[in-house]
């Protein structure tokens, strides 16, 4: 269950980040150029294996 949970700081700016969060990574397209192409995106690729 994702809730309220340890801090109640930011909440909102914290739920926003848990999306883009895996294994407590952020997802490194998101300091990308804005022409990065995710699919050819080593970064990218790298940090979606530990989502699997
Ligand atoms: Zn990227």
């Known amino acids: 269950m994702v809730g309220?949970?340890?801090s109640q700081t930011s909440?909102?700016?914290k739920n926003?980040?848990?999306i883009l969060l895996a294994?407590?990574?952020i997802a490194p397209c998101i300091g990308c150029?804005?022409?990065c192409t995710p699919?050819?995106?080593s970064l990218l690729?790298?940090?979606l294996?530990?989502?699997m």
Do not use: A, T
Request: proline share 0%; charged share 45%; net charge negative.
């Open 23 to 25: 294994q407590g990574k």
């Open 4 to 6: 309220k949970g340890d």
């Open 33 to 35: 150029h804005e022409v």
């Open 11 to 13: 909440i909102d700016k």
């Open 39 to 41: 699919e050819y995106c």
């Open 16 to 18: 926003k980040h848990e």
């Open 49 to 51: 294996e530990l989502l």
């Open 45 to 47: 690729d790298g940090w």
